[in-house]
């Protein structure tokens, strides 16, 4: 049980920069989540934490060690692959007993000699994590012939035998099927509650990120955008990259102008018009919003927008809506206007195709970015809307 | 769908064809070894082939031929068995590592000129052995390496680790690297992780490969009677040669024959051993790992 530093890690492959300066401090016992897309960079990350990359700058510390050295054998993590990566010429017992055949101990009579473990403890070892992880039915079964859910945990009792410092988990829930992985992601949060050990965990998918973490780490084209809470990262996004990937359904983005109205400055997007404030000059700006901060009603009110519907996608739980918000301005006798798209979510089977509401934004919650897509905190929307 | 029948009816025009033209195939493939087995029982000296000899009088057959090959010719059949034996032997196993080691480093390693190399390799293997005869006795005979075993197991260890070495990289090259490094966080050296995964996973083409590294030396003529003139070294490809041409002053085809079915022995014994490998080395890359 440590925790693990990455010190500016940089990482090219020819010309190619995989790794950006990325510096990242794991906790003893934390479960951080790298999220990013694919070729973000996120795997070369945890490849460099295992050894099987060599970063071309920058440090690795597993504790209170520099393991920059270290060859993947030397630095007692556990790692499980997308694949799996089971030994496929092995029963599962043997797949989790290998690391345990492999690894040297120091003797109880003699700590400055090594010994292997026996057979005994090895056994022991690997019927109490399959035991732990349900598989203790099916240990003779090679790879072959388990199911992916049953690869999967094989996998994870591979990791959890070998008592490692930390276990690396690269994408490993993403070639299970969607029914079994909502299960799986819970288990693997028992799991870590259980052992309290580090987790590393990469994926793709925010939905396991912001589920697993206890933090994010958000990663695009090898540079740490972002690493914090997943409410933080919800709430106070550090850019438009992780406003956009976090979150679902996913961010509404408006993107427009502020312009000086009066004493103050509105946001400009066709013929909306939204009053802002803590805006210190005008130019382009995007919005963005969460589609569950965006209450869609029948009644008017002073501070409502007028939208038409154009479109519901059925979730279930909640309908998604999209909105026109130049409806209103068509209304009012304008002739051509571009259409201002937002979504929203509404009562499930309340609203459909064509009928005309009203919009209300939580100002307080509006973000706002620049043409960069960097954050503005200064600024929020006002709460009337002209 | 709309016609059952029909495409029933297609479906067995194809079958029937496939046989029939399967079993051509067959008796094609079959005939040379009726006519050597035929041919190896009939009554000693056959000096032409005949109808007769193809279709037997079942009184008229002998194992008389067997009797000269096993127990009356010089240098003795056991005696050339064993030659054939050592040569064949030593080259499947050198030749089997080294192409291990060949496929491994070919396949796992990333070192400037690989894919060169591997077209070097390709490329050498497409050169017709027989015609390094003739420098490989001046190499050989310079080093003082004609008329021993070390002069034939040298080239037939490097004649298997040509083509093997190229297959073995190519079975390699199926399974993911996420299995050796898996391995190697499991805390393997990397040359632990060669030995205890990629080795065991790699049977099925190691199989082959020492099948056909077998099968050359085991086989091979030109190099051997080139190579070889103390007759206490003789092959049993010499041997065979011999026994045709000097033995007996016409050529007798039921010694030769009788010759030819014993040689194939060991290889249909080695064959059937190693089966399950070998086909499985045969049907490269159809195996999901």
């Known amino acids: ?386 | 769908m709309i016609r059952p029948r029909r495409r029933r009816w297609v479906k067995l025009a194809k079958r029937v064809t496939s046989h029939v033209v399967l079993i051509i195939a067959c008796l094609f493939a079959i005939f040379p070894i009726y006519f050597i087995v035929v041919t190896s029982f009939s009554t000693l000296p056959i000096a032409s082939i005949t109808a007769h000899v193809l279709v037997p009088n079942p009184s008229g057959l002998t194992t008389a031929s067997y009797n000269y090959v096993l127990f009356h010719q010089f240098p003795s059949f056991a005696t050339l068995l064993t030659n054939s034996l050592i040569f064949a032997g030593s080259a499947a196993a050198i030749g089997l590592a080294l192409a291990a080691f060949t496929g491994f480093a070919l396949s796992k390693f990333n070192f400037p000129g690989r894919r060169t190399f591997v077209y070097f390799i390709l490329l050498i293997s497409l050169f017709p052995g027989v015609l390094l005869v003739i420098p490989f006795y001046f190499m050989f005979s310079s080093l003082g390496l004609i008329d021993t075993y070390l002069g034939l197991i040298i080239p037939y260890s490097a004649g298997a680790v040509v083509f093997s070495g190229i297959l073995v990289k190519n079975y390699m090259d199926s399974i993911p690297d996420d299995i050796e490094e898996a391995a190697l966080v499991d805390g393997m050296s990397r040359t632990g992780a060669f030995f205890r995964v990629l080795v065991p996973l790699c049977y099925p083409v190691l199989g082959l490969a020492a099948f056909l590294a077998f099968i050359g030396p085991y086989t091979d003529f030109a190099l051997a009677h080139v190579f070889i003139t103390s007759n206490n070294l003789w092959t049993l490809a010499l041997g065979i040669y011999n026994i045709n041409s000097t033995d007996t002053g016409t050529q007798n085809y039921g010694l030769v024959t009788a010759f030819a079915v014993v040689m194939s022995l060991p290889i249909v014994i080695f064959y059937m051993v190693f089966q399950r490998y070998i086909i499985g080395g045969l049907t490269l890359g159809a195996v999901k790992s």
């Open chain 1, 1 to 386: 049980m440590t925790g693990i530093a990455l010190q500016n890690i940089t990482k090219r492959f020819k010309e190619e920069v995989a790794v950006d300066d990325v510096s990242l401090a794991i906790a003893d016992g934390e479960f951080v989540v790298i999220l990013g897309a694919s070729g973000s960079g996120k795997s070369t990350i945890l490849r460099i934490i295992a050894g099987l990359e060599v970063q071309t700058s920058g440090h690795v510390y597993i504790g209170d060690m520099l393991v920059d050295e270290y060859e993947p054998r030397d630095r007692n993590l556990a790692m499980v692959f997308q694949s799996y990566a089971l030994y496929p010429h092995l029963s599962a017992y043997e797949n989790i007993a290998f690391g345990l055949r492999v690894r040297r101990i120091p003797r109880e009579d003699d700590p400055n000699r090594l010994r292997k473990y026996t057979r005994e403890e090895i056994d022991a070892k690997v019927t109490s994590a399959a035991q732990m992880l349900g598989i203790a039915g099916m240990l003779q079964k090679r790879p072959s012939e388990l199911s992916g859910g049953q690869r999967q945990r094989v996998a994870l009792a591979r990791a959890i035998v070998r008592d490692p410092e930390a276990f690396l988990l690269d994408e490993p829930l993403s070639n299970l099927d969607a029914k079994i992985r909502s299960s799986a992601r819970i288990e693997l949060k028992n799991l870590h509650q259980r052992l309290r050990q580090t987790f590393i965990f990469v994926t793709h998918d925010q939905t396991e990120a912001m589920t697993l973490g206890e933090r994010l780490a958000i990663v695009n084209h090898g540079r740490l955008l972002q690493c914090d809470t997943p409410e933080r990262v919800l709430s106070h996004p550090a850019n438009q990259y992780v406003a956009s990937f976090v979150g679902s359904p996913e961010m509404v983005f408006l993107e427009g102008n502020v312009e000086s109205a009066g004493a103050g400055f509105v946001f400009a997007k066709g013929p909306v018009r939204i009053p802002v404030r803590g805006a210190g000059r005008t130019g382009p700006v995007t919005i963005g919003l969460r589609p569950w901060d965006i209450q869609v009603g029948r009644a008017s009110s002073p501070s409502a927008v007028g939208a038409r519907v154009t479109g519901v996608e059925r979730l279930g739980s909640s309908d998604q809506l999209f909105l026109d918000l130049s409806s209103s301005a068509m209304a009012a006798g304008a002739s051509t206007v571009a259409p201002v798209a937002i979504r929203a979510l509404g009562r499930s089977y309340e609203f459909s195709i064509g009928d005309a509401v009203y919009v209300e934004f939580d100002p307080d919650r509006a973000l706002f970015f620049d043409d960069q897509g960097a954050r503005l905190e200064s600024m929020t929307l006002s709460t009337r809307p002209t």
